[in-house]
């Protein structure tokens, strides 16, 4: 089992930057992949950024250039760098980590965008 605890949301306002962290409660070079979600009032949870243990990351079109994915295995913590914040990225931010073919959640952070 592997236990996400994110932190780093909050109240900001557009254009501002924020960073999120997940820590993890066992090494996460065993995890084959980590990502942020992100879910808004009323919508479906959708992926955001990802990243494998290989490190390539993958990105949802509409943070590309915005939002920076990265990992530090010594800390055992992933991180969401968010520049250029706008308004509709106000959501509830979910660290998902997969390990041997299992998904795993934290509780969620929320982020919210003012204009």
């Known amino acids: 089992q592997v236990q996400l605890v994110e932190s780093g949301g909050g109240l900001v306002q557009a254009g501002g930057s924020l960073r999120l962290s997940c820590a993890a409660s066992?090494?996460?070079?065993?995890?084959?992949?980590m990502a942020w979600y992100r879910q808004a009032p009323g919508k479906q949870r959708e992926l955001v950024a990802s990243?494998?243990?290989?490190?390539?990351?993958n990105y949802e079109d509409t943070v590309k250039g915005r939002f920076t994915i990265s990992r530090d295995n010594g800390k055992n913590t992933v991180y969401l760098q968010m520049n250029s914040l706008k308004p509709e990225d106000t959501a509830v931010y979910y660290c998902?980590?997969?390990?041997?073919?299992?998904?795993?959640w934290g509780q969620g952070t929320q982020v919210t965008v003012s204009s």
């Open positions: 990243i494998t243990r290989n490190g390539n990351t």
């Open positions: 066992r090494t996460i070079s065993r995890l084959s992949s």
């Open positions: 998902n980590g997969i390990l041997i073919g299992v998904a795993y």
